[in-house]
Structure formats: C-alpha cells, structure tokens
C-alpha cells in the first residue's frame, strides 16, 4: 500500500492543478487530433501515414500510441488520476516527438521548432515530480489508500 500511495501522493497545493488543467487540455486536444480527426487532425490513417513518411515504424500503431498516450492521457490529467505515471507518458512522449520531428528546426515554433514540445515537457516533468496537487483524484485516493 505505501508504494501505491507514494505513486499517487497528490500533495496539498493548487500548482498541481494550474498545470494539469491547461496541460490536460492541449494533450487530449492533441491526441484527438491524431486519434479521431477532431480539431483540423488527420486521424489514425493520416497520422500513421506520416509517421510511417518520418521513420517512425510501423506509423498506425505510433500514432495509436501517441494519439492515445496524448487524449488518454490529457483526460487523466484534467482528472488529476495517476498523474505521477501519466505525466511520466507523456514526458517520454514529448521526447521522442522532440528528438524525431522538432530538434532539426531548431528551438522557435515559427521554424516547426522544439519550444511547444519542451514547454509541454517541462510541464509534465513539473507535474511528475510534484503530483497532482488539490482537486485532483489522486488525492482522494491516497486518503484512502491511508
């Protein structure tokens, strides 16, 4: 029980919910995009077409893991559930988009740069060391868990 409550442990502030809210909804935005072709997105053909044209093999399955790492992940997040592991997710998620789409453009957004992506990481990393804070899920859980 102590391993799960220290996976959980949501913590007693507000930062926790001033990232989860605007982070949650950009991921789950994002990954509607790619998942569902919601938002001006390409779906899980279109994705998984281009990811497959950038390396990334095999494209519908990468963009089923990104599309439902971001849209699952968003909603965990708005919910404040498990978001230590979630924000986990998405931090490996941020790197590898980083590292295979963005590191070449170099850092503005104008050139298709890695300053959304580290943002967003920076964000998640937050979130993965602090948890989840007040109004979060986690910290009903962890009470319970108690």
């Avoid at 001033?18 to 990954?31: K, N, Q």
Wanted: hydrophobic residues 55%; charged residues 10%.
């Amino acid at each position: 029980m102590q391993a799960l409550n220290s996976i959980i442990a949501a913590g007693n502030h507000w930062s926790g919910l001033a990232l989860r809210v605007p982070l949650g909804l950009i991921f789950a935005a994002h990954g509607a995009q790619k998942l569902f072709g919601w938002f001006g997105g390409y779906g899980l053909e279109g994705t998984g077409q281009w990811m497959a044209s950038i390396g990334l093999e095999p494209g519908f399955l990468m963009a089923l893991a990104a599309g439902s790492a971001e849209f699952f992940g968003g909603l965990f997040l708005l919910l404040g559930l498990l978001t230590r592991p979630t924000a986990l997710v998405l931090a490996v998620t941020m790197v590898v988009a980083i590292l295979s789409v963005h590191i070449g453009n170099g850092l503005f957004m104008s050139n298709n740069g890695y300053e959304f992506g580290l943002a967003l990481l920076a964000g998640a990393v937050s979130l993965l060391i602090s948890g989840g804070g007040r109004l979060s899920l986690d910290r009903g859980l962890s009470a319970r868990a108690a």
